[in-house]
């Protein structure tokens, strides 16, 4: 009996002690400020144009303002860059026909500036079936590949400062085995996946493209009660952060290409947001305060510019 109470009082501690030797200490790291405030500011970005270059689905009847894969292609590259969570995507390719609406309205829609244009197009795109037929079973694959090239536009200087294009494709194969399995007509899902992967594969350039250069806004009041800025919650802008002033830069032609370009301008200061207001993109202001050691020119205040410290 005695022996029978040791077995058990062992395998009791046993137990206890496999138990403690599971139990693992998770520790939390502080998010750091820039994970804390989400400080991704926004940059204003508009699709202008994506169109069908390929002779595909280019009949008789065929309307180049109304191509279903040109739109298909706007539609998943504006969806991909709406899931980054980096941009303001302003609307272009149907403009006319909002602002055709709003006129019938009392509420006119005000058109938002971007700071980049998106001008794309699917330069290939192709399909075939390839397939295996051997004594008891037979194989269907179907393929689709294409291709699609973008332009990034600033727009304030109109050049284009990426350019690239990438390819895409996806496949579906059915097998049969002795008359018995899968059989398939034409997937046309085939021709979403090819050119969202393709697109995909250059969503990531485009968006390091754009934020590289900082993040810009401009005074819209400078009032002894009051100082604002162009900007507000929607573009990332919080309670807290800071903002270099800098005075616009001369502009001046560049003799080896005959373009106008603007020097860099001299920081004089900064702001501090204090709180933001308004209720869309294109009426949101935040107010600040503003230290430096030179006076700002309230009646010229088109000639400051509030951009972000890298």
Avoid at 201 to 216: G, M
Wanted: hydrophobic share 35%; aromatic share 6%; net charge negative.
């Amino acid at each position: 009996m005695t022996t029978l109470k040791s077995i058990l009082t062992i395998c009791l501690l046993a137990y206890s002690c496999s138990i403690m030797a599971q139990r693992t200490t998770e520790i939390v790291e502080p998010l750091s400020q820039e994970q804390e405030e989400g400080m991704t500011l926004k940059r204003k970005v508009a699709i202008g144009r994506f169109s069908n270059e390929t002779q595909y689905a280019k009949g008789i009847f065929y309307d180049r303002e109304n191509d279903p894969m040109g739109k298909q292609a706007l539609d998943i590259l504006s969806s991909k860059l709406a899931a980054s969570g980096k941009f303001l995507l302003l609307e272009r390719s149907d403009l006319e026909t909002l602002l055709e609406e709003s006129n019938k309205s009392d509420n006119a829609i005000a058109t938002l500036g971007a700071d980049y244009m998106i001008i794309g197009s699917i330069t290939e795109y192709g399909r075939k079936n390839t397939g295996k037929n051997k004594v008891f079973s037979s194989e269907k694959t179907q393929t689709v590949e294409a291709a699609v090239a973008i332009r990034l536009v600033d727009v304030s200087t109109g050049l284009i400062i990426y350019s690239d294009e990438a390819k895409g494709a996806a496949e579906l194969t059915t097998k049969t085995t002795m008359g018995l399995g899968g059989q398939a007509s034409f997937d046309a899902t085939l021709s979403d996946k090819a050119i969202s992967e393709a697109i995909g594969q250059l969503v990531e350039n485009i968006i390091n493209k754009c934020t590289n250069a900082p993040w810009k806004t401009y005074f819209l009041a400078y009032e002894p009660d009051a100082i604002l800025i162009a900007g507000g919650h929607s573009q990332g802008i919080k309670e807290g952060m800071t903002f270099a002033i800098k005075t616009k830069g001369k502009k001046v032609k560049n003799p080896q290409t005959g373009i106008i370009i603007t020097l860099p301008g001299k920081k004089i200061g900064e702001v501090k947001v204090i709180s933001t207001g308004g209720d869309t993109p294109e009426t949101e202001y935040s107010f600040v305060e503003v230290s430096g050691t030179t006076e700002i020119n309230a009646n010229n205040i088109g000639n400051y510019i509030i951009e972000e410290s890298k």
